[in-house]
């Protein structure tokens, strides 16, 4: 497993999730349900939902439940995932 640093905008808070837009979006970098951790590498959350334009969409993200919005500021802070290394054929 690598660790990916997330390209991410933070836009707002929906209902229940963090609302972000990506800057520069690969395919494949990060899935839905893929892990998301601060950069002390504790784990906040996962990823929810991907969604709009291709090359720069938004991503939703749905914090943990001992995570309190309040608590995290997402407009200053690194936000990383876990991928796992493609295998080569």
Same mark, same amino acid.
């Given at each position: 497993?690598?660790?990916?640093?997330? !390209?991410? !905008?933070?836009? $707002?808070?929906?209902?229940?999730?963090?609302?972000?837009?990506?800057?520069?979006?690969?395919? $494949?970098?990060? !899935?839905?349900y893929s892990p998301v951790f601060d950069k002390k590498m504790n784990m906040i959350g996962h990823i929810k939902d991907v969604f709009g334009p291709v090359d720069m969409p938004f991503v939703s993200i749905q914090l943990d439940t001992n995570i309190k919005q309040v608590d995290f500021d997402f407009s200053s802070q690194s936000l990383f995932t876990k991928m796992k290394k493609s295998k080569k054929k």
């Open positions: 497993m690598s660790w990916i640093k997330l !390209n991410l !905008n933070f836009i $707002g808070t929906s209902k229940k999730n963090q609302i972000f837009r990506s800057r520069a979006f690969k395919k $494949g970098q990060f !899935n839905i």
